[in-house]
């Protein structure tokens, strides 16, 4: 399996941006899709954006269409989720995960240990 640390949260104001990374270490990164899944309190884990092994093909909840933008530098083995126009509805931890199934439309593999993105109005 791979590892994911994820980075790059806090607390910022609404319309503000963030960048969260997930750097992954143990198996070879380029072998799997990627995906960002996120977590309010009192809510279910839900999905954020994915992304094909080779970057070429993204997805996103209709929820953050055309604010979040997912991509992935294979050398670097990093997955990133820029966040832009930030909203009080997108405070959640958010979590990286590895092995995205299409089909599914969940992690088949690893996640990470999640960031706090909190969002004030």
């Known amino acids: 399996q791979v590892q994911l640390v994820e980075s790059g949260g806090g607390l910022v104001q609404a319309g503000d941006s963030l960048r969260l990374s997930c750097a992954a270490s143990?198996?070879?990164?380029?072998?799997?899709?990627m995906a960002w899944f996120r977590q309010a309190p009192g809510k279910e884990r839900e999905f954020v954006a994915a992304i094909t092994r080779s970057g070429d093909t993204t997805n996103y909840a209709d929820s953050v269409k055309g604010r979040f933008t997912i991509s992935r530098d294979n050398a670097k083995n990093t997955v990133y989720l820029q966040m832009n126009s930030l909203k009080p509805d997108d405070t959640a931890v958010y979590y990286c995960?590895?092995?995205?199934?299409?089909?599914?439309?969940?992690?088949?593999?690893?996640w990470g240990q999640g960031t706090q993105v909190t969002v004030s109005s």
């Open positions: 995960a590895s092995d995205f199934s299409w089909v599914a439309w969940s992690s088949l593999g690893s």
């Open positions: 143990g198996r070879t990164f380029s072998n799997y899709a």
